[in-house]
Nanobody
């Protein structure tokens, strides 16, 4: 059974950057839909970005389009989320999911 481990979160000032990584224990990316979600306290979970390798399709939430980039490294079995020009409202717990398997999540905190 695949396991996922996120890293790269932390605290950053507004305008800064972070790169989240989601390492999979097995590499089956070519057949998977890979997604990053986030959830802020008191708010509903939000789909931030996705890669659908079956349809060669990448999506972004309107709130992050132009600032975040999702990409994968099949050799490293890793899904990434490059986050630039971070805003206070990006503060949340970020979680990756690949082929229906969920990571444990990692905190991102953006301060002014």
């Amino acid at each position: 059974q695949m396991q996922l481990r996120e890293s790269g979160g932390g605290s950053v000032q507004a305008g800064g950057s972070l790169k989240l990584s989601c390492v999979a224990s097995v590499g089956i990316f070519s057949r998977c839909v890979m997604l990053w979600y986030r959830q802020a306290p008191g708010k509903e979970r939000e789909l931030v970005s996705s890669i659908n390798n079956l349809r060669n399709l990448t999506t972004y939430a309107d709130s992050v389009r132009g600032r975040f980039v999702i990409f994968q490294d099949n050799v490293k079995k890793t899904l990434y989320l490059q986050m630039d020009n971070l805003k206070n409202e990006d503060t949340a717990m970020y979680t990756c999911t690949i082929c229906g398997t969920w990571g444990r999540g990692i905190q991102v905190t953006v301060s002014s």
